[in-house]
């Protein structure tokens, strides 16, 4: 059977849902083509929805190694980082503080290549956040400001970008904190780990952080809250 005709029919075996034969036909896809590297992401995103995470980084890290300059695997690599970060919330600190610093690392490789890939802006204030580098997070807030667009994205930026100034003692302006006040779009939680921000509010609680910043932090965390559709 051609290369050709094996994608197809893995791409028939993806759209079904039969992920165990996708993967069996691109393993052999692989060893007739080993320097593919769009190959190994079709294979990492298999990995992927088999939750096997390891296997997914080591398929794209070779893809990132054959084809450095493409940045939809460096996209791949950072999503599923976030993955494996929001599956163990158990992790010690410094797993937890690896895995966010590789996430930074990848999504900072995207807007590097291509800014437009406005997602991977918010993706690396989140992990300053979470490494409690407010500095750095506000920074890249600011600098992402011409590339946020979207009218999401740009509640969700004014909800880091808020939590940033915040911590980081600068003051919020109106402009910072408008879209939060956009009450006609909803938000899907699950999209953004906010189960982590709000570790992490009750972590700098718990360890004596400035109290009049951590209710600052949490009024604004409340005015997303407002938008979300699939609280639990």
Not at 94 to 102: A, V
Request: proline fraction near 3%; aromatic fraction near 10%.
């Amino acid at each position: 059977m051609t290369t050709e005709k094996l994608k197809e029919k893995a791409d028939e075996f993806l759209n079904e849902k039969k992920y165990e034969k996708a993967l069996g036909l691109y393993d052999k896809i692989i060893s007739d083509h080993p320097l593919n590297a769009a190959y190994y992401t079709e294979r990492a995103c298999i990995y992927k929805f088999l939750d096997d995470l390891e296997n997914a980084i080591v398929n794209t890290s070779k893809a990132i190694e054959l084809n450095p300059e493409r940045s939809i695997n460096y996209y791949l690599r950072g999503s599923i980082y976030l993955k494996k970060l929001a599956q163990d919330s158990q992790l010690i600190r410094s797993k937890r503080h690896s895995i966010l610093e590789q996430i930074i690392e990848d999504y900072s490789s995207v807007v590097e290549r291509n800014p437009n890939f406005q997602d991977s802006w918010l993706h690396v204030i989140q992990a300053y956040l979470l490494l409690h580098n407010w500095k750095k997070a506000v920074e890249i807030y600011i600098k992402s400001s011409p590339y946020v667009l979207n009218r999401k994205y740009k509640i969700i930026r004014a909800w880091l970008g808020c939590l940033a100034l915040c911590f980081a003692g600068d003051p919020i302006e109106e402009l910072d904190e408008k879209p939060l006040w956009d009450s006609c779009e909803q938000i899907h939680q699950n999209n953004w780990n906010m189960a982590m921000i709000e570790q992490l509010l009750h972590e700098l609680s718990a360890d004596g952080f400035d109290l009049l910043k951590v209710n600052e932090a949490k009024r604004i965390h409340n005015m997303l809250l407002e938008r979300i559709v699939d609280k639990k």
